[in-house]
């Protein structure tokens, strides 16, 4: 377990890891949002370009958001974390 910790301090950990987050973050996006997990067709082929078309929304959206200088939302904090110390106290 400790090794575990140590691996996630390392630099190559957080960068791996970032790009990760990304991507659970645009399954996020588009499960919560865009319905992603609940199909309305029946079939492979109607599924997929049901897909495709969720994944141009999503591009589309977050590059409207990009042009109208809306920030990104932060990871929020749950509330027993909010209850841990912090380093400064």
Do not use: C
């Not at 990760?20 to 370009?49: C, W």
């Amino acid at each position: 377990m400790l090794k575990a910790r140590e691996r996630q301090a390392t630099r190559e950990f957080k960068q791996q890891y970032q790009q990760r987050a990304g991507v659970e973050g645009v399954f996020s996006q588009a499960s919560l949002r865009f319905e992603l997990r609940r199909t309305r067709y029946i079939g492979r082929a109607k599924t997929h370009l049901q897909h495709i078309l969720i994944a141009v929304t999503i591009n589309l959206t977050r590059l409207v958001s990009w042009l109208d200088g809306v920030p990104k939302i932060k990871t929020r904090q749950s509330r027993f974390a909010a209850l841990a110390p912090t380093a400064t106290s």
